[in-house]
């Protein structure tokens, strides 16, 4: 059986030694403290040295540039210190029902790093209904142009660490105060189904470079795949110029499954609602 070494697992080519170095040496420069779980000021470096590889391999610095977030922020000021000729702006509007505050295909690039996963629904009831990550994601299709590309990171559910947490019998979410987050399937689905097109999608080792060889040996002997299995994924998702939005299947209140018909009924709506300077409602 050919099973991967704990360092083949953690390779990426997105993970630079050098730009690991930089991230560190940034952080350290800065005094602050950045971590969760006591995992100390640097616990966060590779996570951001993961992000500008992305950012430099997918061109997502140039042109006209929106950071979900503050750029106050200290992963914000690392990042876009690897791109000082950027033109970027952040955000600070409640990203469940507030439009973005940009003209229609005005946005060139957008970079949303951990932030999806707090996105609680507009109204939580019983069950969720995403339709606060729905409505985020529409406004991200709205303001970008054709061919423009978001880069989001979240916390990967499917994760090998996922599976050590359920084993220390510890919940299975990277910060229990998440609202939710997502396997790399689930995550795939929103994306086609608010639209875009999906140019890469991977799983990364960000965190938690732990053994987890007897996990691998399990997969491996019962015949599950150890792909895809680092504890964040990374997707560039780009608008295309004729979208197609696919329904999903994720298991969310039956009356909110979306159907070819009522898609493009709410599609409809929503574009005659924006001509007539009305927010429009998240698709539900």
Known sequence: MDTKTETDLFESQFADPVVIDQVNELIASSNATLGVGGGGSHFDARRMAISVGYMKAFGLSQGYCVEIGSLDYLTAKVVWS??????????????????????????DNIV????????SDIRYRQATTLDGIFYFLEEVFRVLRVGGRALISTPNAASLWSMMQVLREQPPMMYEWHFREFTMSELRQIVEHCGFKVVAHNAEYAWHLWDFSFITRFLEETRFSCANRGDDQFIVIEKPAVSERRPHALNLPSNLRHYPERLALKTFLRKLKWKLGMRPTPRR
Request: glycine letters at 6%.
């Open 112 to 119: 949303c790093l951990e932030v999806i996963e707090h996105i």
């Open 82 to 107: 690897f791109f000082p000729q950027a033109q970027v702006v952040g955000t600070r509007h409640d990203l469940r029902h507030r439009p973005m505050p940009f003209p229609d295909g005005s946005v």
